[in-house]
């Protein structure tokens, strides 16, 4: 698809708006204008979906349902989403929002885990609370294969993360996984971090390094758990990979996908020419709004 003049008057303002992350007052600064963002997204879920909060260890999850649903939740279709944030931030209402009109348009009830967060709380807590969601539900009598699961940049990186977990355990895998512009190498060793500098209009690779340092705490870069796509595929449920052609991460999606083919796994793989980090959670776009159509598709499929 080509790039729509829209976008790229997007990605300009992104540009010009696009300063590095290299120090604790940069990063509180942020999180402070992130909450003041996400503020204006405030009861808007509850427009589309009754919004549960459930209980877990050292978290909470928001269960979402389609206000017109009225079956047994046990027999229903679950969306098991995994928010970006680099590991380190929240846009709670954002997110709810984004996932309300997914559970809408597929009928499913969505599960959103309030993960801890780094610094406050480095690797492994976010895993744990996510792997967490994902028992629970198993728990409560949701067969996985009604489960799928769902992460945008961390968050897409912890899906890789759980999954690992998930085999590890001997547990029943979910339907699919999807992954927006994925996380998942903590090495930063993909040549798209450095062909890209520069031509991403979200982010700097020092960025990226000062990230790490909040979240790894005084775990290796190359741990498997913190890294997963380190780790085999083998396994694994069938996986839908987007990226952009020109953002730092582009390549991790590049790798998952090859390595999901080598290991006998289905895969399917959007590397969208142009486009910012995320594209999907941009929908005054078209792009974006192409790209859900294809992730619904993709999500159909295999459930």
Sequence with gaps: MKQSLLSRI???????????????GQFEALRARLARMDARDANKA????????VAQSHCQSSV???????GDRSAARYVL?????AYCLR??????????????RLGAIGVLPDYRLAPEHPHPAAID?????YVMLLEKGVDASRIALLGDSAGGGLVLSVLARIRAAGLAMPSSASLFSPAGDWTLSAPSFYENEGRDPMFRVSSFLFFRSLYLGTTEATDLDASPLRQTFEGY???????SSTELMRDIAVIGADKARAA???????IWPGQCHDLQLMSMLPEAREAMERFYGFINRYW
């Design 81 to 85: 989403f995994f928010h970006g944030g």
């Design 264 to 270: 006998g796994v289905p895969v399917e793989l959007d």
């Design 10 to 24: 997007f990605n300009l303002l992104l540009i010009l708006l696009r300063r590095p992350i290299r120090s604790r």
């Design 64 to 70: 979402l349902e389609p206000l017109d649903f009225s």
């Design 129 to 133: 609370d996510c792997y967490e969601s």
């Design 91 to 104: 846009s709670p209402n954002r997110y709810r929002l984004m996932l309300a009109g997914i559970c809408q």
């Design 46 to 53: 509850e427009r589309l979906c009754r919004i549960d909060e």
């Design 237 to 243: 449920p069938p996986l839908y990979f987007t990226t």
